[in-house]
């Protein structure tokens, strides 16, 4: 059964919406039936249930995040530390989970005060070993040979049994990283967090990779589909000419409308396959994720400023969607009322 609500889960937070002139349209669906093929099952139910059955409790799992840079997303973007924060309060409620948080510097303290609001409190080390509900925040340095160091210390101190990415860029085939429209950037100026989950792979850990464009870890899983569907698949704006899908693989890759609904997808298939509603966050806490995140200097991708939306989608549209995963959650543990 979870693997049916997975399909309509999967479906839900596959909802193109689109401003004219913006992000290409008609791709989320042909990115999403591109991962369905390669991988099989309902992604959703997929990444759930692999990591139901790789973490116990006092597991430390990695959740790496941040996308955006200077000077249009300053300290990085709505989506992403929402998606983070979704799952380290499911992994941290249903599965007794530690959950370790990394991105770039600049975008710790929105994503920090998302995990607060989701109440995920951040503190220090020793208080970390001693509680539930709490995680640890890393910056990760910027730059590839601090991101390769990076990768190996994190691993040989946490020695983590999975590594979530949500909304994490990795490098197309010249090493360069882009966004979506094709602009070119430094592996000086972002996180290089490929290394850690290239190295978890190596090691046989559980990699999920959520994004909702192609350049994000997770979609090399499916890069001749990437290069083909988007519209700067072939060919980048800039010199390298590599294109915007990236090289970096996961175990799972979920692909989404909006990365952050990937994650609350699989946050819902958690509360559903731990027949424990309380797993996915209720419509109150997601307000107050994204009002803390924006509060914290966190800006809207498409508005490029610190407004209650996410990649162009309202936060009423953030309440209606998490309305509708409860119910598919709430009705996938509910009977048939008896008829008298
Ligand atoms: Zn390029």
Known sequence: MPEIIGEYVDRLVNLEMRVQGGLPRGVTHKLYEAARKKQGPPLTFLAAQKLIDALKPGDNVIIATGAGVPPWLPKGETDGPLGAASLARALDIGLGVKPIVVGEERTMAPTEASF???GVTIVDEKMFNERSHVALAIPYPLGESAGEATAHELMERFK????????????????????????GRSPDLVANVKF?????QE?????????DGGNEIGFGLIYDDV???QA?????QCPCGAGVATVSKADVLVATAVSNWGAYG????????????????????????????????????LYTSQVMYVDGTSSAVQAALITILHH???????QQPRHW
Request: one cysteine or more; aromatic letters at 4%.
């Open 116 to 118: 607060e609001a989701a």
């Open 160 to 183: 983590p049994k999975a590594v979530i990415t949500v909304e994490k860029h990795g490098p197309s085939a010249s090493g360069m990283y882009h966004s979506i429209m094709g602009v």
């Open 196 to 200: 850690l989950t290239d190295l978890a």
């Open 203 to 211: 090691q046989d850990i559980l990699t999920i990779g959520i994004g």
């Open 227 to 229: 290069r083909r569907i």
């Open 232 to 236: 700067y698949g072939p060919k980048c």
């Open 266 to 301: 699989i946050s819902a298939m958690l509360a559903l396959m731990l027949e424990n509603r309380r797993v996915l966050q209720d419509t109150e806490t997601e307000y107050r994720m994204l009002d803390a995140c924006i509060r914290a200097g966190a800006m809207d991708g």
């Open 328 to 334: 598919i959650v709430d009705n996938g543990l509910s």
